[in-house]
């Protein structure tokens, strides 16, 4: 058995390395799911109990993803000891990383006495989904190609004007999923009044999609870059269009039930039922590594083809350059919806969110790598790029290790007292970020 599942604790111990502030409602909400029941324990506690084993659902493991040992995949098991007693010790509030090799889940970490199955707010990340549902829906010839014109692929009763037909017919699908098609800045990628106006109105309009067909368009669609959660409303509402049905219900049917996701929630639906195609949903990190072996595995899954590996590719080779982002490599580095980052010797094909949010894909090594979180000072960036350039890619062999018994006992243990740990995370976190089984908001009927 490899480190995808924890034993139950032995007499090396129960108690974190050291105390954190204790947050009761994240707590409270993974006592719900797979920890022990105990009251909570006060903030000066030095201690906190044991978590019962993380125990899932059989079905989420198949012949396309499956459990091994570190060695087995060719990772050193103590290099991971290292990475798991990183999490511990530094102040960034991790909730969770999993790593898994040659479709192989082997290391899978959690913090706060979570399990398996919550689901996480997975911020940005959402449009790595949303850009896998219009390639589906090309696949489906609901949707012509990536090429095809908005004037073409909307109808009309969603322009407010035949102006405004007109205005978007040379912005493609591809110049949405590039976000090179809408000039509107929101916060809190644009910081000043005027974004943060623009967020208010397009988060209290009733249509977003015909919201964002009101704004204006970037100089030079399919050559500017701008990167808003607006532009992303166009794709979900191209695709609830084509198909008839939230862009939520088509994902269920045709991406997350047959990988076996559980527990997942679209919140931030408007009231027209168009699901936001820019943030709001929530999976758990282990169908977050299904996601990227999906996408490692040429968009196959146990055999079945799930997503074309044409748009798998698509999906991954950058085309834009990020001008003006805190991605900015002078080069192209932005594909659709996904980012191309180096770490290291590693490239990788990332699906981004704010906060700490990730899934890296990283084909060379067969590789991908998820991280969940809440790192409110702005060092997302650099915490992810030190987890995989100093942490990740050191513990990587080109062939199989020999099985090290010691060193296996010592990381399962290290994992249940880093799991044992409650974050350092402050006690107004937005409800949105706690980690939780139960759905948080409510659905709405496609009124389009």
């Given amino acids: ?165 007109e205005r978007f017919r040379p912005v493609t699908i591809k110049d949405v999923l590039g976000m090179s098609a809408l000039d509107a800045p929101v916060f809190p990628h644009q910081k000043d009044e005027f974004a943060r106006a623009r967020l208010k109105g397009f988060n209290a309009a009733r249509n977003r999609l015909v919201f964002a067909l009101s704004q204006n368009l970037l100089p030079e669609p399919g050559k500017s870059f701008l990167y808003t959660d607006v532009t992303p409303i166009l794709a979900t509402g191209i695709v609830e269009l084509a198909s008839h049905e939230t862009a939520f219900d088509f994902a269920k049917q045709n991406l997350f039930d047959p990988l076996g996701f559980r527990n997942e929630e679209w919140m931030h639906e408007d009231a027209a039922g168009i699901d936001n195609g820019a943030f709001g949903l929530r999976v758990r990190p282990i169908d977050m590594q299904k996601f990227g072996v999906l996408y490692l595995r040429h968009g196959s899954w146990n055999g079945t083809q799930i997503i074309s590996d044409a748009w798998v590719q698509k999906s991954f080779t950058p085309w834009i350059q990020s001008e003006g982002s805190p991605h900015d490599s002078g080069k192209a580095n932005y594909g659709s919806y996904w980012w191309q980052q180096t770490f290291g010797g590693l490239t990788a094909h990332v699906a981004n969110g704010w906060k700490g949010q990730r899934i890296a894909v990283v084909p060379s090594e067969d590789l991908v790598v998820t991280m969940t979180a809440v790192i409110e000072n702005g060092g997302e960036e650099k915490t992810f790029a030190k987890l995989m350039t100093d942490l990740v890619a050191p513990a990587l062999r080109n062939a199989p290790l020999a099985l090290d018994a010691t060193a296996d006992d010592a990381l399962r243990a290290l994992l249940d007292e880093v799991r044992a740990n409650t974050l350092n995370v402050h006690e107004t976190l937005e409800k949105r970020m706690i980690p939780t089984v139960h759905a948080k908001d409510k659905r709405h009927p496609l009124a389009l």
Avoid at 140 to 165: C, W, Y
Wanted: glycine share 6%; with cysteine.
């Fill in 1 to 165: 058995m490899g480190f995808a599942t924890n034993k139950p604790r032995d007499s090396r111990g129960t108690c974190s390395r050291r105390s954190q502030r204790f947050f009761p409602a994240l707590v409270s909400a993974c006592l719900l799911a797979s920890c022990v029941e105990t009251p909570a324990l006060p903030r000066s506690h030095p201690h906190n109990p044991p978590c019962a084993p993380i125990t899932g659902d059989p079905n989420d493991f198949s012949a396309t993803f499956g459990e091994s040992t570190p060695e087995a995949e060719g990772v050193d098991p103590r290099a991971l000891m290292q990475l798991a007693s990183w999490v511990r010790d530094q102040d960034a509030p991790i909730f969770s990383v999993l790593i898994s090799r040659h479709g192989k889940l082997i290391f899978e970490l959690y913090t706060s006495r979570l399990g398996r199955d919550e689901a996480h707010y997975v911020m940005s990340v959402t449009k790595s989904f949303t850009s896998a549902l219009v390639g589906i829906a090309i696949d489906k010839q609901l949707i012509r190609d990536e090429n095809e014109s908005l004037a073409e692929a909307l109808p009309k009763n969603a322009f407010a004007t035949e102006g405004d037909v």
